[in-house]
């Protein structure tokens, strides 16, 4: 049978596809800009027709609705980041989450959590009869390898992603067409504290280094102070619109990668349709599954890798909170910790930490003597390597307690320092 008749079998209406998800399945559906969210808000649609779904995903930007009060007989969300539409269903005890680093998702879905349903976005095929996983291939790719069946939302606005992103038709079980555009992330506007952080970072960043850039703010506006660079390379998880003006200022040129040369390597892409279209059909930007993209061992290997996250709070000894807010799960660690440890193992790798030094308009330290209680330790106090803020750089791999804390108190905001030092002096000159 050729690809076109196949495809031409499986198309289905959404009711029709989601009827044949049976009763207590466990349903992974792609995340981010990927998520398809024509079928989730169907399958709320058609609730009384399940019992007992649990739905797994990472970030969320549709309307979560299959977490809402009244759903649970019908649906139970398991997450893995927690974002705009899962944070409080977690916190409200309608929803659970599972801490788990993002390399690791695959051999999960391969091991300890089968899964019995992958629900994707892709693009129409190709004349090849090849649909591409388009924005995000991450843990997606692994999920359709291991589902039982495999539900796709064929949308005609999805930018046909190159590098190991794509499925053959024969792969899906049912194809339902819906178009729809791909939400779009703007980079925020800089303020001049991320100015200067990002100004900070550039001073750790030298030509020819390879980047990770992790979500937010801030490593937005540390693209923002490299357009003095030469040579830059991309292996990260994710990029951003920031990447694209860099690569369009001849600044990222993966040149001197050692292995994917000339080549942005990345798992997902979170920004706007610049961003979009700028990958479509790009030969330059290769997305791959998680599992290869954030695996420490293949991060390593890029000599000269530079990773650049940030987070909630960061404490005298190093301990890095980045997900939660107290005992608030408010993300998850993403790739943080893949990349800080790969970045670790490279030969000339460093692990950059990048912070405003306060958080709710100046009120709050984000450098404290304590985390939260019941914060979540995100990166550890053996990993943490620099710590960047508008006020400059603590470095703190290879350096004592004492040193640390020293560090950190001269980057945190001046009016907090005070409070700081006490804690300093209490702990290490005095008895505890
Ligand atoms: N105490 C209390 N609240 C704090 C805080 C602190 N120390 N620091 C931040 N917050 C609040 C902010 O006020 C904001 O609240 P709001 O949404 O009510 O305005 C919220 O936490 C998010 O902070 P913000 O600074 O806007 O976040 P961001 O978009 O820059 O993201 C992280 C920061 C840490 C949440 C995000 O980078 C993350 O999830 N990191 C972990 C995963 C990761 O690093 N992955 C890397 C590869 S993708």
Avoid at 232 to 238: R, T
Avoid at 262 to 268: G, I, P
Avoid at 270 to 285: I, P, R, T
Avoid at 340 to 368: D, F, Q
Wanted: aromatic share 8%; glycine share 6%.
């Amino acid at each position: 049978m050729s690809w076109q008749e196949s495809y031409g079998k499986k198309l289905v209406k959404a009711p029709e596809a989601l009827k044949h998800i049976k009763n207590n399945s466990r349903v992974v559906a792609a995340h981010a800009l990927a998520e398809p969210s024509y079928l989730l808000d169907e399958m709320v649609v058609m609730k009384e027709q399940f019992r007992n779904i649990e739905i797994i995903h990472m970030a969320s930007r549709g309307s979560g609705a299959y977490c809402n009060p009244g759903m649970e007989p019908y649906f139970h969300h398991n997450s893995f980041f927690t974002g705009i539409t899962t944070t409080e269903p977690v916190a409200e005890g309608r929803a659970d989450f599972t801490p788990v680093y993002f390399s690791e998702i695959p051999k999960l879905f391969r091991t300890k959590l089968p899964v019995d349903v992958a629900l994707v976005m892709v693009t129409p095929p190709d004349e090849n009869g090849k649909v591409s996983l388009g924005v995000s291939v991450d843990y997606s790719m692994a999920a359709v390898e291991c589902a039982d069946l495999v539900i796709a939302q064929v949308n005609a606005q999805m930018p046909y992603t190159l590098g190991n992103s794509r499925l053959s038709v024969d792969q899906i079980d049912y194809f339902v067409e819906h178009s729809a555009p791909i939400i779009e992330v703007p980079v925020r506007p800089l303020d001049e504290i991320s100015k200067q952080i990002g100004k900070n970072c550039a001073e750790l960043i030298s030509d020819g280094d390879t980047l990770q850039l992790g979500i937010g703010t801030i490593p937005d506006a540390v693209l923002a102070s490299l357009k003095h660079k030469k040579d830059l390379g991309i292996h990260s998880e994710m990029i951003s619109d920031g990447v694209v003006d860099l690569y369009e200022a001849g600044v990222i040129t993966g040149k001197r990668k050692p292995d994917h040369k000339d080549k942005m390597v990345v798992s997902f892409l979170m920004g706007s349709k610049k961003l979009y279209d700028f990958a479509n059909q790009n030969e330059e930007v290769e997305l791959y599954p998680v599992d290869y993209t954030n695996n420490p061992v293949v991060i390593a290997m890029q000599d000269h890798m530079v990773s650049i996250n940030t987070c909630v709070q960061i404490d005298l000894m190093g301990q890095v909170a980045a997900e939660t807010i107290g005992l608030k799960q408010i993300s998850g660690v993403g790739g943080q910790v893949d990349f800080v440890r790969g970045a670790a193992m490279a030969e000339h790798g460093k692990a950059i930490m990048a912070l405003p030094s306060t958080a709710k308009g100046g009120k709050i330290s984000k450098i404290v003597s304590f985390l939260d209680q019941g914060a979540a330790v995100t990166t550890n106090r053996m990993d943490v390597d620099y710590v960047v803020t508008e006020y400059g750089i603590a470095d703190l791999k290879g350096h004592t307690l004492r040193e640390r804390a020293r560090a950190l108190i001269e980057v945190a905001a001046p009016k907090f320092r005070q409070e700081l030092m006490e804690e300093y002096e209490r702990r290490f000159f005095s008895k505890y």
